[in-house]
């Protein structure tokens, strides 16, 4: 039909539907809809994950352990085994090699099938096993006296669904390259540009690389091809967010002018000076405060930074100008923390505040939201509960959130949704404590702008990192008992991989009593995040004053603590946690005069991975170096603790891979919203699909 035809023409593959393709009904195109396929370009976008290569037959002694590979032979004994489970066992033979297929389940057919004598070509992963290589459960085929051709390609694994099958993928996307012989792809990226492979070329590789092809290299996402999307999909990333960002600015905030009195009062009230990192963040966020559209401004400050007070600097601002701030913060340890902190510095200058957390309950709880609807409070202090859609503000102008990378985007902006509505948006102020490296921000924060403190206030000292095996831990009992003899304090940290509060508890309690055991003339508290909040200050009153010697966590002192006689920290199976987390914890020695301690107290064996983690941290203390080896190490989903929100979930794109890269995608994003604006849409549409994560806020 000449009308249709010349519609695709003009449309492009982008807007033919995946109905067109054969096998496509009703019913899988709506399974289609629902994972974001709607139109044959989508299936070109769905990328394979890995490849396999059964573009050739591997003889059988040079089979890799773990690779997936097509070997060929001859049964040479097939047996039903009656072991710890029933299995059926074959024996085959290529000349070069024997190697053992093993079926736990198994059909008299199968049975039957795999008669000594018989030739089989199998599909599978090797692995080592009791008599020499082993596949389980191969896919394979008995070969008659034909040739049977091997793939021409390598077999691309696609990311799947319920409902449809890695085979149907293969199908549907090979359905769609088979058009785009005859219909274009639309490019783009601005037509200046010189990139590393033409679109539709990288799109045939990717999903049908040849035989030839640098496996290596698509392991590893370096092939031009695969940069070359990895390109646009970063492209795509960084205009979503723009656009998320612009469109907040369009709804206004309330301009808050510098009161200088009051910040000028306050800072002389303090105990000590300002640094210079913190007087310049100050002026940085004065500014943006005082403009009538929503500052979005990322302060990141290692720990110990001092970003506290530029946070209260900030709340003075808008208090001044009659609005209310919420400070929000990821542990009640840490609102807490504030809370004391607010409290002090704030008293004379008659600013009422509010506490709300998960656990202001009853009456304070009615009381509390009841202030801040009325907005007779000014200064609201807490954690996630401020989120809560029952919390309703008077007239909110700013919200601080603190060590943002355990906050996703999402929690992030519908806080600063909770402004009056007339008023348009709250400003916002996000503080981290773990530097982000500056590849990663650019991508998971550009529609934030960034402010550094990069200076720690005067008088820190640096602490010294030893890494012992648990083999000695008899040794590091010892050398806290002799620290904490010669009136030094110490913590000891016990880490567990399981989110529970209650399993943490339970091995923090099992530890105190060990330790209490054989340290019985030594005073030892243990806090976790079990106890209740009084509990919890209480122990750290007692602390703090120095009459616990000892004080026995969870990883709840990671942040909020802060007692500068306390000058050696244990830190148990240390492996288990992050670099930024380790780096947070440590930061709560080295605060006083005195020369400090950590032990990485491990546990053997430690993987290679391991291993380089710990090291880093027994080499430096400079967060941001830490934060970099980490990404490297653990790769940004850890890093940033944002897995959950899909918020790194990149088709192709991966980092640190294609970090290098990022310069080049600032500079693509700019000529695109500068010079080829139309093109926005469909770009964030290609790669976001129907998932749209960012444009929904
Ligand atoms: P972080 O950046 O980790 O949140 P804090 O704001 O908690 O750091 O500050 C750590 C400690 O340093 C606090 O006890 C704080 O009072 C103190 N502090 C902050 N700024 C300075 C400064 N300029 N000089 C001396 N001490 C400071
Ligand atoms: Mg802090």
Redo the contacts with the bound molecule.
């Keep these: 039909m000449p009308y249709g035809l010349s519609n695709i023409m003009i449309d492009g593959i982008a807007n033919i539907s995946v109905q067109e393709l054969r096998g496509v009904g009703p019913k899988l195109a709506s399974t289609l809809a629902d994972y974001g396929v709607r139109h044959v370009e989508d299936l070109l976008f769905h990328l394979p994950l890995r490849y396999q290569d059964r573009t050739r037959v591997t003889p059988i002694a040079t089979a890799r352990e773990g690779a997936d590979v097509v070997i060929e032979g001859e049964v040479r004994a097939a047996d039903v085994v009656f072991g710890r489970r029933r299995s059926l066992v074959a024996r085959i033979q290529d000349g070069s090699g024997t190697l053992t297929l093993r079926f736990f389940h198994f059909s008299a057919a199968q049975k039957n099938n795999l008669q000594t004598g018989s030739r089989l070509r199998c599909f599978g992963q090797v692995r080592r096993g009791g008599s020499g290589l082993e596949m389980y459960h191969p896919e394979y085929r008995v070969l008659q006296d034909e040739d049977v051709a091997v793939e021409e390609a390598l077999t691309p694994i696609y990311p799947t669904t319920a409902g449809i099958g890695q085979n149907q993928w293969r199908k549907l996307c090979k359905q769609a390259l088979d058009r785009l012989h005859r219909e274009q792809v639309d490019e783009l990226l601005p037509p200046s540009g010189k990139y590393p492979y033409e679109l539709t070329k990288a799109l045939q590789y990717l999903h049908t690389p040849p035989p030839d092809a640098a496996q290596e290299l698509l392991r590893e996402g370096k092939h031009p091809a695969q940069l070359r999307l990895a390109l646009e999909e970063l492209v795509a990333h960084n205009l979503s967010l723009h656009r998320l960002r612009e469109r907040q600015q369009e709804e206004g905030a309330p301009a808050l002018p510098l009161n200088k009195e009051a910040l000028g009062a306050f800072l002389a009230s ?6 210079n990192a ?1 007087r310049h963040v100050l002026q940085e966020i004065a500014i943006d405060l005082a403009k009538p559209v929503p500052m979005m401004r990322l302060v990141q ?10 946070a209260a600097g900030a709340a003075l601002q808008a208090i001044s100008s009659g609005y209310q701030v919420a400070i929000m913060a990821p542990t009640e340890i840490l609102a807490e ?1 504030h809370w004391r ?1 607010f409290c002090q510095w704030f008293e004379p200058f008659n600013i009422t505040m509010e506490w709300l957390s998960g656990r202001t309950k009853g009456n304070k709880r009615l009381t509390a939201l009841g202030r801040i609807a009325s907005g007779d409070a000014s200064l609201v202090i807490g954690t996630h509960a401020l989120f809560q859609d029952n919390v309703a503000f008077a007239c909110l102008g700013l919200v601080v959130v ?1 060590e943002q990378h355990r906050f996703g985007v999402h929690q992030r902006l519908a806080l600063t949704k909770k402004a009056a509505p007339q008023q348009g948006r709250a400003h916002q102020l996000v ?1 981290t ?1 773990t530097p982000i490296p500056r590849t990663l921000s650019m991508v998971a924060y550009a529609d934030l702008d960034c402010s550094i ?1 990069d200076e720690l ?3 820190r000292s640096p602490v010294t990192t030893a890494l012992i095996d648990s083999s000695r831990r008899e040794d590091v009992v010892a050398r806290v008992a002799a620290a904490c003899s010669e009136g030094r304090q110490a913590y000891w940290v016990c880490t567990l991989i399981e989110e529970s509060d209650v399993l943490q508890a339970q091995a923090a309690e099992a530890t105190a009593a060990e330790l209490r055991a054989g340290l019985p003339h030594l005073a030892i508290g243990l806090i976790h995040g079990r106890l209740k909040p009084l509990e919890k200050a209480a122990i750290m009153a007692a602390f703090k004053s120095g009459e616990l010697a000892l004080l026995v966590a969870t990883t709840v002192i990671e ?2 603590v ?1 007692v500068p006689n306390a000058s050696l920290m244990i830190i148990e199976n240390p492996e288990r946690l992050g670099l930024a987390q380790l780096h947070q914890l440590r ?1 709560r020695v080295g ?1 006083g005069l005195q020369a400090s301690h950590c032990v990485l107290l491990y546990q053997t064996p430690l993987s290679a991975n391991g291993k380089q983690r710990l090291s880093v941290m027994r080499e430096s203390s400079d967060g941001f170096y830490i934060a970099e080896k980490d990404l490297e190490l653990r790769g940004p989903g850890e890093v940033l603790g944002t897995r959950q929100t899909g918020l790194m979930e990149f088709r192709i794109a991966s980092l640190p891979a294609h970090s290098h890269l990022l310069d080049e995608v600032q500079f693509i994003a700019n000529a695109i919203r500068e010079s080829y604006p139309e093109r926005t849409d469909p770009l964030i549409h290609r790669w976001t699909g129907s998932g749209q994560q960012f444009a929904k806020v």
């Design positions: 303090l105990p000590f000076t300002p640094t913190q400050g290692d720990v110990g930074s001092g970003k506290t007070l530029v923390q902190n603190d503080m404590a403190i206030p005067p008088g942040v909020g802060d930061g605060r």
